[in-house]
């Protein structure tokens, strides 16, 4: 088995992603963007006008997906049936219609042995919910990073604006606020930290201060 592994959960906002993309790189490990196959089947699902709620059609769905991260230069394309659909997948639309699917324990159950393919040498960066309460239990490593919901809505409203997109502040917050709401309070796989997580608030810190202080807590573990 693979015991390379670092589980990050945490709210939307809390700057995961950035992140875990950071630490792949500099470990060299694999990433799993769990988030991104919940916003897949989402996107694919609201494509093929499958109700939000229909719970079998949504598990065969996720079930035969045909997804890939691709890297390119910069960045991972993610593809869905050869298709390069990355930048439709970080509107708030795709995000809540995730959220919603997410819900659903059918869907999580599809898209387990999905997630623990990733777990490959050399090693692995998983981000997500409950990457380290449900989908990789046993990982050494695990990191709850929060933010407050103002911090989050701000750099999500900073991330939209330099994409282009014209948004509110103040619609991005009630947003963040229904999706951590739905996230934190559903009866599978609620968004908590794992008992043995280490939290992190980055509220007032620097991604590259957020990296360090993983860094530094992974050689201590490890
Ligand atoms: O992280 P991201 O914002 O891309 O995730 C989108 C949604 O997918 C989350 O709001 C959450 O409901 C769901 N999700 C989940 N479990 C994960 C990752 C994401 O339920 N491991």
Request: charge should be negative.
């Given at each position: 088995s693979v015991s390379n592994l670092i589980t990050i959960d945490g709210p939307s906002g809390s700057g995961k992603g950035t992140v875990c993309h950071i630490l792949a790189k500099k470990l060299q490990w694999h990433l799993l963007d769990s988030g991104a196959l919940y916003r897949i089947l989402a996107y694919a699902a609201l494509q093929k006008n499958i109700?939000?709620?229909d719970s079998k059609k949504l598990a065969d769905l996720a079930l035969t997906l045909d997804v890939s991260f691709v890297s390119n230069g910069t960045g991972v394309d993610t593809l869905l049936a050869g298709k390069n659909i990355g930048d439709k997948l970080r509107t708030e639309i795709v995000g809540t219609a995730a959220s919603e699917v997410a819900s659903i324990e059918l869907v999580r159950s599809a898209l387990l042995a999905r997630q623990k393919a990733f777990l490959q040498k050399p090693g692995l960066i998983a981000d997500g919910r409950?990457?380290?309460?449900?989908?990789?239990?046993?990982?050494?490593v695990k990191i709850f990073l929060d933010a407050s919901a103002e911090e989050r809505a701000q750099r999500r409203f900073n991330q939209l604006q330099d994409k282009g997109f014209n948004v509110s502040i103040a619609q991005i917050l009630s947003e963040i606020k229904e999706r951590d709401y739905r996230d934190r309070n559903?009866?599978?796989?609620?968004?908590q930290p794992a008992d043995d997580a280490f939290v992190i608030d980055?509220?007032?810190?620097?991604i590259n201060e957020v990296v360090e202080q993983i860094l530094t807590l992974t050689e201590l573990k490890l």
């Open positions: 109700l939000l709620n409950d990457m380290g309460t449900v989908v990789f239990p046993e990982a050494k559903r009866a599978i796989a609620p968004l980055s509220t007032e810190l620097t």
